[in-house]
Nanobody, 115 residues
């Protein structure tokens, strides 16, 4: 089984920055796509950013230009650099790892943007 562990969440002021990390471990041969989703209070979980094994990136319109996703394939780790944070970014952030037929999720890390 594959395990994902997120870290780096916390409380920041509007305009601040955070860097989230997610490390995958367990029975891993290769991961096709890794990504970040978030679930704000009272809302559905939605995709924030994704990155393929080759480094191709995709972002939600709401974060494009502010967030950057990156990946270290040797460490099976995905990162999310979040800049210019807004209160609307407040959510629990989940990473995932997508294989051909299986998706694994982490437990989430909470990000709160507030003055």
């Amino acid at each position: 089984q594959v395990q994902l562990v997120e870290s780096g969440g916390g409380l920041v002021q509007p305009g601040g920055s955070l860097r989230l990390s997610c490390a995958a471990s367990g029975r891993i041969f290769s991961i096709n796509t890794m990504g970040w989703y978030r679930q704000p209070p009272g809302k559905e979980r939605a995709m924030v950013a994704a990155i393929t094994s080759g480094g191709n990136r995709n972002y939600a319109d709401s974060v494009k230009g502010r967030f950057t996703i990156s990946r270290d394939n040797a460490k099976n780790t995905v990162y999310l650099q979040m800049n210019s944070l807004e209160p609307e970014d407040t959510a629990v952030y989940y990473c995932n790892a997508r294989f051909v037929s299986t998706i694994y999720w982490g437990q989430g890390t909470r990000v709160t943007v507030s003055s």
